[in-house]
């Protein structure tokens, strides 16, 4: 099992299986560098490909939309868990390009800027890219920030 940095739990709501950023390294209101590593032995590799098996297109995606989540949680809402904030909900990708593969065992390098905020819309840039600084995928998308429908998060110990 893959650690997961604390700062990470204590912030985001998303939970493994559905976690795929691994620890911080970085972050300021206008951007946030996270890191992220899949070993072999990750459910999706078993059916995306199996003999070829890479990184699924739409987790990358999330990967980047869960980095900017913390950005706008440490930044911008640090008391969304007191005013049961749901951060950084993904409202629209505008665009996602693909240079490259992402496969077992890679560590990902996930870096996200802020474009522009309006009120309670955030609009990102994101890549991610391996070690060696080549270029997996790039995306630009909004997110937004709801208050939670159900009065109450569930709360687990970090």
Known sequence: MKTIDPIILKELHHRPPHLYIDSLVESSPERIMMLSCFDDETPFFQGHFPGAPIVPGSIMCEMTT?????????????????????????????????????????KAIIKVGLIERVEELFRFKGRIEREDGSVVMFNEFTLTNLISPWGEWIEESV
């Open 66 to 106: 869960q980095a900017a989540g913390l950005l706008i949680a440490l930044h911008f809402h640090p008391d969304h868990r007191e005013k049961k904030m749901a951060v950084g909900v993904l409202r629209r990708y505008h665009t996602a390009k693909f240079a490259s593969f992402l496969r077992p065992n890679e």
